[in-house]
């Protein structure tokens, strides 16, 4: 059964803070528990069905990939008590989203086949095509919204606005180009692109760690290297691992996150094929057979797991 939502008490729990996907406990102002449910969202809505094993994709390959980049840029991970849960370090986090794209797709697509050939302050190059890549790849910021929409800007506007210093966003600049090179590695030794994703960051005791998840299919999206150059060639969509076919299922169902749109049924049929395509996406790019978690009382099995934690850490 789906992990649609949690309502734990912890031991020295200051507080609880319910994202789109995630169930976020505060242990005592020092740790975090985060909970990879098994909802999904998508145009920052969420859908009204549950994704069995979600949770668990994005809190292991989110662990895998922590683990895999601890030597560029510290991050916040402590511990994965349960496949569902990443504990951690409780920092203050910066209010952007280091957005980093290699490849013209998804929303720079969407913008550019209207016509714009800017977005966040950087430009990009004429005759262009869909998911072409892009001579370097460009750093798109956005704001990080508490609720709604996360918005694009600039570098200069986020400076000006004073929501990242200049030595930090440089610094934030720097790693999020390390992280996605080396993310870009990992995924060409499994036969992937990483076509674009997203880091957050956060600073605890002055010192800037990475944050959240990263390189899973919620935050990034992913083409099959075998076949891409060939698809681009003759116009040909890309077969990809990403959130953006549950995006394209809506689009074409008449739903895009527009006021007074409805959210189109969703099927057994496609529950389980989106539930498919991210453990498909977890075993392609960990290289590692994904094991199932029980899902007998999977409430218990966390919240057990959890007290465990606290009580022996």
Same mark, same amino acid.
């Given at each position: 059964?789906?992990?649609?939502?949690?309502?734990?008490?912890?031991?020295?729990?200051?507080?609880?803070?319910?994202?789109?996907?995630?169930?976020?406990?505060?242990?005592?102002?020092?740790?975090?528990?985060?909970?990879?449910?098994?909802?999904?969202?998508?145009?920052?809505?969420?859908?009204?069905?549950?994704?069995?094993?979600?949770?668990?994709?994005?809190?292991?390959?989110?662990?895998?990939?922590?683990?895999?980049?601890?030597?560029?840029?510290?991050?916040?991970?402590?511990?994965?008590?349960?496949?569902?849960?990443?504990?951690?370090?409780?920092?203050?986090?910066?209010?952007?989203?280091?957005?980093?794209?290699?490849?013209?797709?998804?929303?720079?697509?969407?913008?550019?086949?209207?016509?714009?050939?800017?977005?966040?302050?950087?430009?990009?190059?004429?005759?262009?095509?869909?998911?072409?890549?892009?001579?370097?790849?460009?750093?798109?910021?956005?704001?990080?919204?508490?609720?709604?929409?996360?918005?694009?800007?600039?570098?200069?506007?986020?400076?000006?606005?004073?929501?990242?210093?200049?030595?930090?966003?440089?610094?934030?600049?720097?790693?999020?180009?390390?992280?996605?090179?080396?993310?870009? &590695?990992?995924?060409?030794?499994?036969?992937? #692109?990483?076509?674009?994703?997203?880091?957050? @960051?956060? +600073?605890?005791? %002055? *010192?800037?760690?990475?944050?959240?998840?990263?390189?899973?299919?919620?935050?990034?999206?992913?083409?099959?290297?075998?076949?891409?150059?060939?698809?681009?060639?003759?116009?040909?969509?890309?077969?990809?691992?990403?959130?953006?076919?549950?995006?394209?299922?809506?689009?074409?169902?008449?739903?895009?996150?527009?006021?007074?749109?409805?959210?189109?049924? &969703?099927?057994?049929?496609?529950?389980?094929? #989106?539930?498919?395509?991210?453990?498909?996406? @977890?075993? +392609?790019?960990? %290289? *590692?057979?994904?094991?199932?978690?029980?899902?007998?009382?999977?409430?218990?099995?966390?919240?057990?797991?959890?007290?465990?934690?606290?009580?022996?850490?």
């Amino acid at each position: 059964m789906p992990v649609i939502s949690t309502h734990f008490s912890f031991p020295g729990q200051k507080n609880f803070y319910k994202g789109k996907v995630r169930d976020v406990y505060n242990i005592n102002d020092e740790l975090l528990l985060l909970v990879a449910t098994d909802r999904i969202s998508a145009f920052d809505v969420v859908l009204p069905a549950g994704i069995p094993y979600k949770g668990q994709v994005l809190n292991q390959i989110a662990a895998e990939f922590l683990d895999a980049t601890a030597d560029i840029v510290p991050n916040w991970k402590i511990a994965t008590p349960d496949p569902m849960v990443t504990a951690g370090h409780l920092c203050e986090p910066f209010k952007v989203e280091m957005v980093i794209r290699g490849y013209l797709t998804g929303h720079a697509w969407r913008e550019y086949k209207q016509g714009k050939r800017e977005i966040c302050g950087i430009k990009m190059p004429e005759g262009m095509k869909e998911n072409q890549a892009f001579p370097q790849p460009i750093i798109t910021p956005t704001t990080k919204a508490d609720l709604g929409h996360d918005e694009d800007i600039s570098a200069e506007e986020l400076m000006e606005k004073g929501i990242v210093s200049q030595s930090d966003y440089k610094q934030l600049e720097t790693y999020t180009h390390l992280l996605f090179e080396r993310g870009t &590695m990992l995924a060409a030794e499994r036969g992937l #692109i990483l076509v674009d994703t997203k880091y957050e @960051f956060g +600073k605890k005791d %002055g *010192k800037i760690l990475l944050i959240d998840e990263i390189h899973t299919p919620d935050s990034s999206r992913y083409f099959y290297l075998d076949g891409y150059r060939q698809r681009l060639d003759g116009n040909l969509p890309q077969k990809q691992l990403s959130k953006e076919f549950v995006r394209e299922w809506l689009m074409e169902n008449g739903f895009s996150g527009k006021t007074g749109q409805q959210v189109p049924d &969703m099927t057994e049929d496609i529950i389980d094929s #989106i539930s498919e395509r991210y453990i498909e996406l @977890f075993e +392609k790019i960990t %290289g *590692k057979s994904f094991l199932k978690s029980s899902a007998i009382a999977p409430l218990e099995r966390i919240e057990n797991n959890c007290n465990y934690f606290l009580k022996n850490r």
